[in-house]
T-cell receptor, first 114, second 109 residues
Framework: IAGITQAPTSQILAAGRRMTLRCTQDMRHNAMYWYRQDLGLGLRLIHYSNTAGTTGKGEVPDGYSVSRANTDDFPLTLASAVPSQTSVYFCASSDSPGMNTEAFFGQGTRLTVV | GQNIDQPTEMTATEGAIVQINCTYQ??????LFWYQQHAGEAPTFLSY??LDGLEEKGRFSSFLSRSKGYSYLLLKELQMKDSASYLCAVMDSNYQLIWGAGTKLIIKP
């Protein structure tokens, strides 16, 4: 089934540990995104990539890094996790970053930093 | 700053009609999206408006007024499965989506 897959689905992580959230899409979409979703707040963009080989910072990039070595994969790394990074993380992709571009979301990763 | 406002929660009755409003202030405008998100699941696309007016898609319709910075999502013939959060998002001048916090819609029998 075509779509976008995230792993893991949930994780409890000790503060200070390094963690990579994986995201893979098989729709050959150019653009990919990482969002975090916290109760009472809208989805907030962490990092994005408009095409393979390029990345950009979103609204809340501090403490996170990404890479886009190929079209399909867009991992998100927390270098040294802190409790404020406890959140639900969604990876998304779209055919292009332009107008009228529906975004497809992965099922999310629920991360708890303790 | 950029801002998207929508009600936090609404309640409606099965079979009825409900209108979820969204007002926005953003740097530039390249379209407005509505997404549906069931609890514990990913958001899924419902509609896109870039021109003023009403777009109808089955039981769901979305309206846009760019001059007023206003949109609404209209859901008709409500079903229990429509219980979900509805997210309004605006694409700004940099083609980035700015998201509202979402409206939790509760459907009662």
């Amino acid at each position: 089934i075509a779509g976008i897959t995230q792993a893991p689905t949930s994780q409890i992580l000790a503060a200070g540990r390094r963690m990579t959230l994986r995201c893979t899409q098989d729709m050959r979409h150019n653009a990919m995104y990482w969002y975090r979703q916290d109760l009472g707040l809208g989805l907030r963009l962490i990092h994005y990539s408009n095409t393979a080989g390029t990345t950009g910072k979103g609204e809340v990039p501090d403490g996170y890094s990404v890479s886009r070595a190929n079209t399909d994969d867009f991992p998100l790394t927390l270098a040294s996790a802190v409790p404020s990074q406890t959140s639900v993380y969604f990876c998304a992709s779209s055919d292009s970053p332009g107008m009228n571009t529906e975004a497809f979301f992965g099922q999310g990763t629920r991360l708890t930093v303790v | 700053g950029q801002n998207i406002d929508q009600p936090t929660e609404m309640t409606a009755t099965e079979g009825a009609i409900v209108q979820i409003n969204c007002t926005y202030q953003t740097s530039g405008f390249n379209g407005l999206f509505w997404y549906q998100q069931h609890a514990g699941e990913a958001p899924t696309f419902l509609s896109y408006n870039v021109l003023d007016g009403l777009e109808e898609k089955g039981r769901f319709s979305s309206f846009l007024s760019r001059s007023k910075g206003y949109s609404y999502l209209l859901l008709k013939e409500l079903q229990m499965k429509d219980s979900a959060s509805y997210l309004c998002a605006v694409m700004d001048s940099n083609y980035q989506l700015i998201w509202g916090a979402g409206t939790k819609l509760i459907i009662k029998p």
